[in-house]
């Protein structure tokens, strides 16, 4: 069972989360340790879980001849990423709550630290995939379809630290999902743009995460907990390098097959840049520096949505 809250925990931020941030200075009291839950004081997850979505439709766009990307379809990804992110976050914890207690990282979160009980957890979690399923219901079949065989990715994720040395793979497959949304909300069908894209949002995500898992690498390897940050130790720069590298290639593909011109080339090795500064930079050591560059990846996804965006309507134009 759950102990009771103590009057201090209740009010508690996340030991991770960003100083100063709205939740802990502006959100009602009563609603800080779910908005907590959901990371809302950490929104990096939902630009991250969101970006792979909106460069899909921009690509999506591209293909289909149109100036700017379908702006419809912007929002009701923007609104799903912010609650999906917040069910999967309320999931993982639920799931983890005995280790993330014993993770310095994590112990100040808002199960195991007590601000909210399980059932709690379960409830909100609830109604964020309640919430979820009808963004999804405003897409065609086949998107639907295909939104939901993520739920099988998803459900494993937590567990998978337990057993493999390689759950930022499986996160891989579940994070970079929108890639395939966005095209399959436009044409209803999932074309090689599309599984391009996916694939270099798949080797995108286990990099970043890689880097976030550094943070946790001692406290992992204590708990007998696995990740590709144990795995790689000493070679992680040269495994991110293939792992970014691939990243690059494989956007660039997919562009080059929905009819992307030299203004996407030009966004993209601006991208590429933020990517080879994270891996020259990064020290696996330092959990601060990991962070940093692991929240840079935001500034990556907008560089290359940007540049998509930008190529589609100059395209238009002329």
């Known amino acids: 069972m759950t102990s009771q809250p103590s009057p201090r925990s209740r009010h508690a931020s996340v030991a991770d989360a960003v100083p100063g941030n709205w939740v802990d200075a502006w959100a009602p009291e009563f609603a800080r340790p779910y908005l907590r839950l959901a990371r809302a004081d950490r929104p990096i997850g939902v630009w991250l879980l969101l970006l792979p979505c909106w460069w899909s439709t921009a690509l999506a766009g591209l293909a289909q001849g149109r100036m700017f990307p379908d702006i419809r379809h912007l929002l009701l990804f923007a609104v799903g990423a912010i609650v999906m992110r917040a069910a999967g976050c309320a999931y993982n914890d639920i799931v983890d709550r005995e280790f993330d207690g014993k993770v310095a990282r994590t112990r100040s979160r808002p199960i195991p630290s007590g601000q909210i009980s399980v059932r ?86 286990v990099g970043y995460d890689t880097i976030y898992a550094h943070q946790d690498k001692e406290d992992d390897a204590l708990l007998g907990l696995k990740s590709t940050a144990l795995k790689f130790g000493a070679r992680t720069r040269l495994w991110l390098s293939a792992f970014y590298a691939l990243t690059a290639l494989l956007l660039l593909l997919a562009g080059f097959a929905a009819g992307a011109g030299i203004v996407f080339v030009c966004g993209l090795a601006l991208g590429a840049g933020n990517l080879t500064w994270q891996v020259a930079t990064l020290d696996t050591g330092d959990s601060i520096n990991c962070l940093k560059r692991f929240r840079s990846n935001r500034d990556f996804g907008l560089i290359v949505f940007a540049s998509l965006a930008a190529d589609m309507a100059i395209r238009a134009l002329v």
């Open 120 to 205: 709690g957890a379960q409830a909100f979690m609830l109604v964020m995939c309640v919430s979820g399923l009808l963004v999804l219901l405003q897409f065609n079949n086949f998107a639907i379809l295909l939104g939901m065989g993520s739920l099988a990715v998803v459900a494993v994720y937590p567990f998978m630290k337990r057993y493999t040395d390689w759950p930022q793979a499986v996160l891989g497959l579940a994070f970079s999902w929108g890639a395939l949304m966005g095209w399959a909300a436009a044409y209803g069908r999932l074309d090689a743009p599309a599984m391009l894209l996916y694939a270099g949002a798949f080797f995108w995500t």
